[in-house]
């Protein structure tokens, strides 16, 4: 066996498992302790710099330098008290990962602790050498990093973290922060207006969310000696394992010790952290494991699944673990999403996706679900978009992840609802609420969790109370699609608005008027409604019959976020400039590109220096042995049969590695990046990637196993 190889395995063998301990019995005892809440801000700072730092949260107001100087004195101190000695402006590049620049609270020159209200404010990276698609020169390396007070601060690896947004000299946005903060306020403005219609006392509008985020954990040994994970986040050859989840033993199963012991310490990091998870279980591939927190406001949620992932990573190295957060890290088994369970939650304390015993509440209900689903069917290309990515387009529409096709899950009864309001076409108006009833709008209520049945093949399904985006790539940023969303959303409930009220003010009753524009809405949006299995080829065909896009590859897909269409949409709200899409566009297409080169480089690599090295050690045995039974007179048939097909392998492998390197060669050659992304898409990753994998992985089973030099699917998956 190879040296790298037995080395990985003979650690792992060695591993020991020390068992994990909570700071204290309780997790409301230690829950946010590295936070500085609400309530630390209340007992730290004046009442009236409280009252100003309240307003400017809720209101998403800014604040003055007097109070931003008096809130960084409290912050500081509390900083200090915990044995914090840095402070950073902890921000969401476009690179995908957080990024964060760390300066001490100490002053050589001063000889004490100094943390002004203007560090508070705001700080200057620099903004050229992040991802910018062209905004910026390399020698304009000025940007901004601005506080957000709306998610907390806290301390991390004992560095106090400031969250902040991360913009251009000239104000563009560079991050994935500042998008989100624009779309929420947006939405909250439609929302709180068609919430008026029903409920005058409703001045705001929350976005929420419950990020699910599912991942892989294998033996960091495992991991190092696996050039392909380390580089690629993903396995670019190996062979199914006998057992891998056919026997469906692994979801829901008894947690690993080591992986449970992991769980429970990153729980804890996170539980300090102000992340409130609350599910752990084991996922339907072997050393697939998901962890999900309870609903938080959305700006906040993001921030915390992003702070999550980071505490997933840094606490795995205590364990001697490597978490994977790749969208397809094994090829045959369940890839990872990340499930956002998104709903709008006014501030009388009403979830708007809540059936409920009130007619008019449920009128107001199916006001939001229609209204939704209009949005998702008027802009599915842009909410494609939203999740593209080299990883997702592994994962989509394979082993229980949706299809790239953008549709919406709503189950058999409310479907029912939907049809029956549809062809209702004789409404009269009664007293009370016998309109209500007449429609049927009293049966709603019937409608509860358990009879809205999950689509696991669905990308966005309605689950009760919310909708379930589980078409996101687990590696991803939450904020982009959740960006996407209560835009199109918010776009969506402007126009219901001014319909509505367009015809209340040409003399129409405002129920009547209500149900008419939904009924509208109900027939213009039906296309993008399906409840049967989204993996089937009849599903395909079906979708473009009805005229739903279905694009398969992140480098088509993106091209919605750059049709005027998109443009206008984020225009008209001020959520990006054309600009800042068509740079947006360009680091995306960047990004793919590269991680499509990475891995053709594995793919070449690995197939040559180690792969190949090892088949023609395995012929030159296998022609010994061949030589020796002719030698005896013994058949030997066996033998030359084996010669050959490892030699057919190895002929395959060689001259595809070599078209594929001189055909990267001249799609290097491409200026456009769209061009190029393309090229790489359907000259490279479709044309060689799956034939040159298929070659090796049909070596894995031909040579000895003592001969094979990369660790195999069976001994990374099965961690105990």
């Known amino acids: 066996m190879s040296n790298q190889r037995q080395r990985a395995l003979n650690v792992v063998q060695n591993r020991t498992t020390d068992r994990v301990y909570a700071p204290a019995d309780k997790i409301s005892d230690f829950f946010a302790e590295e936070v500085f809440t609400m309530e630390k801000m209340r007992s730290t700072l004046a009442p009236d710099t409280f009252k100003k730092v309240e307003y400017a949260i809720k209101k998403g107001k800014k604040i003055d330098v007097e109070t931003a100087d008096e809130i960084a004195a409290a912050v500081k101190t509390w900083a200090i008290s915990k044995g914090t000695t840095h402070y950073t402006h902890w921000f969401q590049p476009l690179t995908g990962s957080t990024a964060e620049k760390h300066d001490a609270f100490y002053d050589a020159h001063k000889g004490l602790e100094v943390f002004k209200g203007s560090a508070l404010i705001q700080q200057e990276p620099d903004a050229s050498s992040f991802p910018n698609g062209g905004i910026r020169s390399t020698f304009e390396a000025r940007g901004y990093t601005a506080w957000d007070p709306s998610s907390p601060i806290f301390i991390w690896g004992r560095t106090l973290c400031i969250p902040t947004i ?43 969310l419950g990020c699910e985020q599912e991942y892989f954990v294998v033996d960091r040994a495992l991991f190092n000696a696996r050039p392909d994970l380390v580089m690629a986040g993903r396995t670019v050859f ?16 008894s947690i690993p ?178 309109m209500y009833m007449k429609l049927g709008i009293d049966k709603i209520p019937q409608i509860i969790l358990d009879n809205t049945d999950r689509n696991r093949t669905s990308p966005f399904a309605f689950t009760g109370n919310k909708f379930e985006f589980r078409a996101v790539g687990s590696d991803q940023n939450v904020a982009e699609p959740m960006t996407v969303l209560n835009l199109i959303v918010a776009k969506q409930l402007k126009e219901f608005y001014k319909v509505v009220t367009d015809r209340v003010d040409s003399g129409e009753d405002k129920k009547i008027a209500i149900v008419n524009v939904l009924r509208d809405y109900i027939k213009d949006s039906k296309a993008v409604r399906f409840e049967g299995d989204g993996y089937s080829q009849e599903w395909a065909d079906e979708a473009e019959k009805r005229g739903l896009p279905n694009v398969k590859d992140t480098a088509r897909a993106l091209d919605a976020y750059v049709s005027d269409e998109s ?89 595809k590695i070599s078209e594929m390197n001189a055909e990267r060669a001249q799609i290097n050659d491409i200026e456009d990046s769209r061009d190029k992304a393309i090229a790489y898409c359907d000259r490279m990753k479709a044309k060689y990637f799956d034939e040159i994998r298929d070659a090796v992985d049909r070596l894995e089973i031909l040579i000895d196993d003592e001969d094979w030099p990369l660790l195999k699917y069976r001994e990374m998956l099965f961690l105990r």
């Open 257 to 434: 010790s080591r992986v449970y012991n992991y769980m429970k310490d990153f729980e804890i990091e996170c539980l300090k952290l102000g992340i409130p998870v609350s599910t752990r279980h084991n996922e339907v591939a072997p050393a697939q494991f998901e962890v999900a927190p309870i609903f938080e406001d959305i700006n906040v949620a993001t921030d915390h699944n992003s702070l999550m992932m980071d505490v997933m990573d840094r606490v795995a190295e205590r364990h001697s673990l490597k978490v994977l957060f790749h969208e397809k890290p094994f090829a045959g088994l369940n890839g990872s999403g990340k499930h956002n369970n998104w709903s709008l939650i006014t501030s009388t304390g009403v979830n708007v996706f809540q059936p409920s015993s009130s007619a008019r509440e449920n009128l107001q209900f199916l006001t939001y679900l229609v209204n939704t689903i209009k949005a998702i069917h008027d802009n599915s290309g842009l909410l494609r978009a939203s999740i593209a990515s080299a990883g997702n387009d592994h994962r989509l529409g394979a082993n229980e992840a949706p299809p790239a096709i953008m549709s919406v899950f709503l189950g058999s009864d409310l479907t029912a609802v939907l049809d029956e309001l549809e062809n209702n076409g004789n409404i009269k108006v009664d007293k009370g609420d016998n």
């Open 166 to 208: 991360f913009v251009s000299y000239t104000g563009e946005a560079l991050d994935y922060k500042a998008p989100l903060l624009k779309a929420v306020e947006a939405v909250d403005k439609a929302a709180t207006k068609v919430c008026q219609l029903f409920d005058r006392n409703v001045n705001r509008v929350s976005a929420s």
């Open 567 to 655: 443009k206008a949409i984020f225009e008209e709200f001020g959520v990006m400039s054309a600009v800042e899409l068509e740079a947006r566009n360009e680091i995306q297409h960047e990004n793919y590109i590269m991680k499509l080169q990475i891995e053709a480089r594995l793919i070449s690599e690995i197939g040559r220096t180690q792969v190949v090295p090892a088949a023609l050690k395995f012929q030159n045995k296998l022609m010994d042995n061949a030589r020796g039974l002719k030698e005896f007179g013994v058949d030997n048939s066996h033998a030359t049969e084996m010669l050959v097909k490892v030699n057919d392998c190895v002929n395959t492998i060689q001259t």
């Open 238 to 253: 190996g062979h199914h394992p006998a057992r891998g989840q056919q026997l469906d033993d692994h979801y829901f199963g």
